[in-house]
C-alpha cells in the first residue's frame, strides 16, 4: 500500500512543480515563434530570431554570461572541494563551519552591493590603502564594478555560491565513511587532499551533483546580480531580455520570447560544457589514482583551499558592515578611511518610504514560506519523501525549479498571466513565490523528519491516540526547532527572489529587493545601504527566530531545545 501512496505525492509534487515551468515555458516559446494572438501574433515565424540576432553585441551578452556561469561554478566547486578535503574533521574545519552557516541566509542582491561597496573605485578597500600607497587623492576611472570582462561578478557568485555548497557538502558527509577513508588513505601515504580525492570525491560529488547543476543554471541566468555587478555595455543576455520584457514597446515581448529561448538553449549548452568538464575531470583522477603519485606534501593547496573559504567569509561580512556603516555615514569624501560624522538623517528620511515595500515583502515571506511548510509536513506525512534514496524520483523533482533558467519560464508565465486579462497582484506573485520556496523548504525538513524516533509515535500509538492526534501531538512537537528552520529558509528565499516579483508583478509590487536593484544603477550610496542591509537583516531575523522561539517555548524541557 506504500508504493501507490508515494507515486500519488510525487505526483502532486510534479503537479505543483512542474505545471508552472511546463506552462511558464510554453508561454516563452510560443511568442518566440510568432505566436501570440494578443498581440496580433498568428503564425509562425523565425522573424524575432533574425530580429534577436541582429542586436548590437548580442552574441558577446551570450558569451559572457555562459562563461561567467561555468568559471563560478568551477571556481566555487573547486574552493569548497579543496578546503573540505584538507580539513574535514578538524578545528579550523569546526570553525569556518560556523562562520559560514550563517551566510546562507544573506540574499544574493545584499551580498552583490556588500562587494561592490567594497571594490569600487571609491570603496572601502581603496580608501584604506589610500593616499599612501596608492597616491589617489580622488577616486581613480576605473570600471569596477561592471567590468566589461564580468570579473566583479564572478567574484560576487563565488562568495555567494561557496556558503551554499559548504552547507550542502556538509549535509553529504554523514553518508560518507570519511574517517575509515581518511585513515585508509593516510595509511597508503596519501597527503590529505589527494586521499580525499582518490576515495570519498566521487562518492561526494554524486551526493551533490544536483545542487552543483543548480549553482550553475542560477550563475548562467542570473538577473539581479548582473544588474548590480555584472558589465553594462552590453549587459548580459538575461539582463538584455529583462529589459526588453519592460519595454514600452509591446511588440518587444516577442523578442524578449526570443532572448528567453536563447537563455535556454544557453543554459542546455552550460550543463552539456559541465558534463564534459566532469568525464574529463573523472579521466584525469582515474589517471592519477593508478599513477602511484602519493601527494603527500600538499600544504600550500590546504592553505590555498583555507584562504578562499575565509576570503568569501570575510568578504560578504566584512561588506555588510560596511552597509551599515554607509547607512549612518555624514560627509564620508574620499580618501578617508571612516566617515567624519554618522547621523541618523538618511534613516528618517527614507523610513516613510520603506515601510510599504517592506511590509509586502514581510507578507510575501511569511505567506509563501508557511503555505510551503503546511504543504511540506502534508507531502512528508502521506508521501515519505525524506528519504532521498529511498524516493529517488521525489528528491529529484525538488531541483526542478532550480534547473530551468528563471528567465525563460517566468517570462512566459507573465506573457499567458497578461494574454488571460489576469491583473497581477499579490496572489499571483505568492503563487510563484511558493514554486521556489517550497524546495527548499521540503529539503530543509525532509532530514529531521526522518530522524524523528518512532518509538514516541507506538506509544501514542498503543494508548489509542489517532494518528492526526499524533502528529500534531507528538510529532510535530518533536519537530517544532525545525519546522521554524525550514520557515526561516523559506522566509530567505522568499526575500531573496527577485525577477519573479519584477515580472509577475509587473511592478507594481514592491519589495525591498526590487527596490534595491532598482537603486544599484545610480543614487545615494547611504539610501542603498539602507535598503540592502534590510534585505540582508532580514533573513538573519528569521533565523534568530528560529534558534530563540524554541529556547523560550521549551525552557523546562532541554531535549526539545535543540
Not at 69 to 82: K, R, Y
Not at 204 to 209: A, D, G, P, V, W
Not at 371 to 381: G, P, S
Request: hydrophobic share 55%; net charge positive.
Amino acid at each position: 500500500m506504500a508504493q501507490p501512496t508515494r507515486l500519488g505525492g510525487n505526483a502532486l509534487l510534479a503537479l505543483i512543480l512542474g505545471l508552472p515551468i511546463l506552462a511558464g515555458l510554453a508561454g516563452t516559446i510560443l511568442p518566440a515563434f510568432g505566436y501570440l494572438p494578443a498581440l496580433g501574433g498568428f503564425r509562425v515565424t523565425l522573424a524575432h530570431f533574425a530580429e534577436l540576432a541582429g542586436q548590437p553585441h548580442i552574441l558577446r551578452s551570450v558569451l559572457t554570461g555562459l562563461a561567467a556561469g561555468l568559471l563560478t561554478t568551477v571556481a566555487a566547486t573547486a574552493v569548497v572541494g579543496t578546503f573540505v578535503a584538507g580539513f574535514a574533521g578538524t578545528p579550523t574545519f569546526a570553525r569556518i563551519q560556523h562562520l559560514v552557516s550563517p551566510l546562507l541566509a544573506v540574499p544574493h542582491a545584499a551580498a552583490a552591493f556588500a562587494l561592490a561597496f567594497l571594490v569600487a573605485p571609491s570603496g572601502f578597500l581603496l580608501r584604506l590603502i589610500s593616499p599612501e600607497v596608492t597616491g589617489f587623492t580622488r577616486p581613480p576611472d576605473w570600471l569596477l564594478p561592471n567590468d566589461p570582462f564580468a570579473l566583479t561578478m564572478i567574484a560576487g557568485l563565488i562568495a555567494k555560491e561557496v556558503p551554499f555548497l559548504f552547507l550542502v557538502t556538509l549535509a553529504a558527509l554523514p553518508q560518507l565513511a570519511v574517517t575509515r577513508a581518511s585513515r585508509l588513505a593516510a595509511a597508503l601515504g596519501y597527503g590529505r587532499v589527494a586521499g580525499f580525492a582518490v576515495c570519498l570525491w566521487p562518492a561526494l560529488y554524486r551526493q551533490i551533483r544536483l545542487s552543483v547543476f543548480a549553482v550553475l543554471v542560477y550563475s548562467v541566468s542570473v538577473v539581479d546580480v548582473a544588474m548590480i555587478l555584472g558589465p553594462k555595455l552590453p549587459p548580459t543576455l538575461p539582463v538584455r531580455v529583462t529589459q526588453w520584457a519592460g519595454d514600452d514597446d509591446l511588440g518587444a515581448r516577442f523578442l524578449a520570447s526570443a532572448g528567453a529561448f536563447l537563455q535556454l538553449g544557453v543554459v542546455v549548452a552550460a550543463m552539456a560544457i559541465w558534463i564534459a568538464l566532469e568525464r574529463i575531470g573523472k579521466a584525469v583522477l582515474a589517471r592519477l589514482t593508478f599513477s602511484g603519485r602519493r601527494f603527500a606534501r600538499d600544504g600550500a593547496v590546504r592553505a590555498a583551499g583555507a584562504l578562499a573559504m575565509t576570503t568569501c567569509t570575510v568578504t560578504i561580512f566584512a561588506g555588510l558592515s560596511l552597509l551599515s556603516i554607509w547607512s549612518v555615514a555624514g560627509l564620508w569624501p574620499f580618501p578617508d578611511a571612516l566617515p567624519g560624522s554618522l547621523t541618523p538623517n538618511t534613516w528618517m528620511r527614507i523610513l516613510p518610504q520603506l515601510w510599504a515595500p517592506l511590509g509586502t515583502t514581510v507578507a510575501l515571506a511569511l505567506s509563501a514560506s508557511s503555505l510551503a511548510l503546511v504543504f511540506t509536513i502534508l507531502l512528508l506525512y502521506r508521501n515519505g519523501i525524506a528519504s532521498s534514496r529511498k524516493n529517488a524520483g521525489g528528491y529529484r523533482l525538488l531541483y526542478l525549479p532550480l534547473l530551468v533558467p528563471e528567465i525563460s519560464f517566468i517570462f512566459g508565465l507573465q506573457v499567458l498571466m497578461l494574454s488571460a486579462g489576469l491583473t497581477p497582484g499579490f496572489a499571483s506573485v505568492l503563487a510563484v513565490h511558493f514554486v521556489f520556496v517550497l524546495p527548499y523548504v521540503v529539503l530543509s525538513l525532509s532530514a529531521p523528519w526522518r530522524e524523528v524516533d518512532p518509538r514516541f509515535e507506538k506509544i501514542a500509538a498503543g494508548f489509542g491516540k489517532p494518528a492526526l492526534e499524533i502528529l500534531f501531538a507528538v510529532r510535530l512537537p518533536l519537530l517544532f526547532r525545525a519546522c521554524l528552520t525550514a520557515l526561516a529558509v523559506g522566509f530567505a528565499v522568499s526575500i531573496s527572489l527577485y525577477l519573479p516579483t519584477l515580472l509577475i508583478g509587473s511592478g507594481r509590487l514592491t519589495t525591498i529587493t526590487t527596490e534595491a536593484v532598482a537603486l544599484s544603477s545610480g543614487g545615494d550610496r547611504r539610501v542603498i545601504g539602507i535598503y540592502a542591509l534590510v534585505q540582508g537583516l532580514l533573513p538573519f531575523l528569521a533565523f534568530l527566530v528560529a534558534s530563540l522561539g524554541p529556547q523560550l517555548l521549551f525552557r523546562n524541557r532541554r531535549a526539545m531545545r535543540t
